[in-house]
Every structure is written in C-alpha cells, then in structure tokens.
C-alpha cells in the first residue's frame, strides 16, 4: 500500500523522476478542475531501443484477433466481450519471498516509472505473428522495488478470477485462475516487461488491461493478461497451458523452430495481415531476440520446452 513506499524507500528513490501520465490522473485532474466528459488520454511514454523496425500490425488487427478465453475461446470473442471488464480501481498483491509484500494499487505502481513503447515480434504457439507496439515498464523495476529474498528462484503470476465480468470463467476450459511462470533470471531480463498500453494508449481490455505480462522470446500464452498476483518462489510454479496439457506445453515455452508442437510444426509462421496467400515466414529462434541465448546455455531445449 501507500503506506509501505513512504515509510521504506518510495519508487522516485530507486528510479528517475519520469513524465507519468495515465487516463487516472487525467480524469482526477480533469475532476478537480470541474471539468466533464471522456478524457481522451494518450500516454506519455518514451520510444525505446529494444523496438524491432519491423512494421507494426494495425490496432484493428491487434485488438480484433485475440486470446483470452475467460472471455470465450474464439479470436473474436474478447473483443466482443472484454469490454464489460472493470479495469479501475485494480491492485496487484505481491508476495512470497519479497521484502515488501502488499497490495498495492496500480496508481502507485505506476508513480514514477517511465513508460517506454516497445515494438515487439509476438509469436503464438497457434504459429501466427504480429508485431505489436507495447507501452511498458520493465518487470525488473517493480521487483527491485518490492525486494526480492536470496531464497526467490521464480515469479509466479496470476489473472484476476471474476466470473460474473468473465463468462469463460463459468466454464472449466482451464483450471482458473489462469497462471504463468518465469525464472528469476528470466523475469529480471530487461526484455521482459509488464504493459500497460499499446499504440500510445491504455492497454484494450481484450489485451490484458490494465496491466499485462510481455516475454517477446516465448510463446505469447506466457505473456498473462489482467495480472492481480505475482508471488516470489523457491520452487517452480505451476502454470496454466502446462496443468490443461504438460505434453503440449512446457514451462519454458521458448520460441523455437526446432522444438515442434507435438500435432505442428514451429519452423515458420504466419505474419497476420499478411493475407492468407501471403506465404510464412521462417520462425527464429527466441523469437529473433539472441540476448537470451545466454539464459539458456547448457540446458537441453527440446527436454526444457
Ligand atoms: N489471462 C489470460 N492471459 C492470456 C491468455 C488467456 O487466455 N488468459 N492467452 C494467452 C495467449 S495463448 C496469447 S497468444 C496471448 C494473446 O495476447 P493478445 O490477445 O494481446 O495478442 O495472451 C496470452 N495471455
Ligand atoms: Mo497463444
């Protein structure tokens, strides 16, 4: 809570001052100034140099062609329903092995971090890709901030359970609440952020608002949306897509065009918008970003999938 950064360390003593800027504050400063009506908010983020110069697929592609399915199991089904979500008020419990734990709001989660926009290469195991401008904050930053124990080896994140906003959630398609998992190393990696936009706006509830996971060189079933909880652990956490079929999905869940899906192959993929006749393209391994090859020497990827 509040409470927590202001009798420890608060977030403007471990980071820069940066330009913070969200539809919240607007609508709090357009309140106490008597003004009405919608807020046409724009985030104020910086451009990044971990972008790729791919072009980015369009917002219409990006937030039509989902999955989400505490919404339902079809691509269009969280942009048809996603909407009925209440993103705001939204906290984060954060626990486990941390020097901080607490509930914090996401309004202080956010004082203080700059936000960056992040063209990332997005690959699904389903073997489609986009390109995708994400606005977003290392994860790394939040866990310096919570203080991670010597003891923590992994970060276990969870979705938020509302079955009565969620109507996929009536039905036992995955053992909710939806969970993923990174290693620590894996999670501190300046690639990996938690985003909270995209194309220079608040996140669209059928992408994960208000704050979703972003590991551009895994499988996008590892990037969890509408995180409520992140836990530290010394033990490897369970995972969703891993529980449902562990033959399917591992824990790792690198991109990788040597590892086939156990019913098709990795090795291309298809760019959506590309047109259906476009042809594919071959998959790179991680997803293209070699930085991470390092996270991973010595291990044995086809048993570590
Ligand atoms: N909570 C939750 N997170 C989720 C999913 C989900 O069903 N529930 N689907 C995953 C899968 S399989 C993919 S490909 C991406 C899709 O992200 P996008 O809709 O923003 O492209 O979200 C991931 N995160
Ligand atoms: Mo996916």
């Known amino acids: 809570m509040k409470e927590r950064f202001k009798s420890n360390l608060t977030w403007s003593d471990v980071t820069p001052k940066a330009t913070f800027l969200n539809r919240r504050a ?5 309140a106490a100034l008597g003004f009405a009506g919608p807020a046409a908010a724009r985030l104020s983020y910086r451009k990044s140099a971990y972008s790729t110069d791919e072009d980015p697929n369009t917002f219409e592609e990006i937030t039509t062609y989902n999955n989400y399915y505490e919404f339902g199991t079809g691509k269009d089904d969280p942009a048809a329903r996603a909407g009925a979500l209440t993103t705001d008020p939204w906290a984060v419990e954060i626990g486990g092995l941390v020097e901080r734990p607490g509930k914090y709001d996401l309004g202080d989660i956010l004082k203080g971090v700059t936000l960056e926009e992040r063209i990332y290469r997005f690959r699904c195991v389903e073997a489609w890709s986009m390109v995708v401008p994400w606005i977003g904050f290392p994860l790394a930053t939040l866990l310096g901030r919570v203080g991670v124990q010597p003891g923590a080896k992994y970060v276990a994140f969870e979705t938020l359970v509302r079955p009565e906003e969620m109507p ?15 290693r620590l190393d894996e999670a501190m990696h300046p690639l990996t952020i938690l985003a909270t936009g995209l194309y220079g706006e608040e996140m669209p509830n059928q992408n994960g608002a208000p704050i979703r996971l972003v590991v ?14 992140i836990s530290l652990t010394a033990d490897q956490p369970p995972t969703s897509w891993n529980m449902q079929n562990a033959r399917e999905y591992g824990f790792y869940s690198n991109v990788n065009p040597d590892v086939s899906h156990p019913r098709w192959s990795q090795a291309t993929e298809r760019r959506l918008g590309s047109g259906l006749f476009a042809g594919r393209q071959p998959t790179l391994l991680f997803n293209g970003y070699d930085d991470v090859a390092d996270l991973y020497s010595g291990m044995d990827l086809s048993r570590y999938y």
């Open 216 to 229: 551009p060189w895994k499988y996008g079933f590892k990037s969890i949306k509408s995180i409520v909880k």
């Open 168 to 182: 996929g959630q009536k039905y036992p398609i995955l053992d909710w609440p939806y969970r993923e998992g990174l």
């Open 26 to 30: 607007l609508i709090a400063g357009a």
